[in-house]
């Protein structure tokens, strides 16, 4: 069956580094992958979409890669700040027709002062 | 652009009891989707559907779950009777396109607690 790991359960880093979160899927032929930001008692924000023939997508501070050999992608968030602490989760859609998002558990980052 | 509204905020409910949500999604989104979220986990689909007619349903417990979307625009979500693992937070979604390649706009969705 189809199966997407966010290796993380969380992660903390310091203010100002780059936060780097792994996305890992099996068994898919994703057309494309989306990040989503989501925040407590709030539903997911959609950040960066990235398909599967691009290797990497940029938005601000947030860089998207995405290497379908060995079925991975890594969301990057650069001069990290406090105000990024969130949830972030990584979903795929595995077929450009009528397919809804499947989505990983998510990676908690907390960006330390 | 007004998002996607959601009602009630919060719910508790004995178990064995009916509830029902509600969703009005983005105005000329064509898709919607009903999702689950137990604490913890990533969203799971519960129902997809294409103006009102449903595209996926696979995931939905049939025996006690139900979902329309009547004229193609605001949807229901219903449990009944609900067990104590129903207790998650119920995400409505909307796409412009069943693609979803604009991304979906989510709901800040409905916290259910069974007791």
């Known amino acids: 069956s189809q199966k997407i790991e966010q290796n993380s359960e969380a992660l903390n880093i310091q203010e100002g580094k780059t936060a780097t979160l792994t996305c890992n899927y099996t068994n898919y032929s994703p057309a494309y992958l989306q990040w989503y930001r989501q925040d407590p008692g709030r539903g997911p924000v959609f950040l960066l979409l990235i398909r599967e023939n691009e290797k990497e997508k940029r938005k601000e501070r947030l860089k998207v890669t995405f290497d379908t050999t060995l079925k991975q992608s890594l969301f990057h968030i650069t001069a990290s700040q406090p105000a990024d602490s969130a949830t972030y989760l990584c979903a795929l859609v595995y077929n450009s027709g009528n397919t809804p998002l499947v989505f990983g558990k998510g990676t908690r980052l907390s960006v330390i002062a | 652009e007004a998002g996607v509204a959601q009602s009630p905020r919060y719910k508790i409910i004995e178990k064995r009891q009916s509830v029902a949500f509600w969703c009005n999604p983005i105005?000329?989104?064509?898709?919607l989707y009903w999702y689950q979220q137990i604490l913890g986990q990533g969203p799971k689909l519960l129902i997809q559907f294409q103006n009102n007619g449903v595209v996926d349903d696979s995931q939905l417990p049939k025996d006690r779950f139900s979902a329309e979307r009547l004229k193609g625009v605001d949807s229901t979500l219903k449990i009944q009777p609900a067990k104590l693992e129903d207790s998650a937070v119920y995400l409505c979604?909307?796409?412009?396109?069943?693609?979803?390649?604009?991304?979906?706009?989510f709901g800040s969705g409905t916290r259910l607690t069974v007791v």
């Open positions: 979604a909307s796409s412009l396109d069943t693609a979803g390649g604009d991304g979906y706009t």
């Open positions: 105005s000329g989104h064509a898709t």
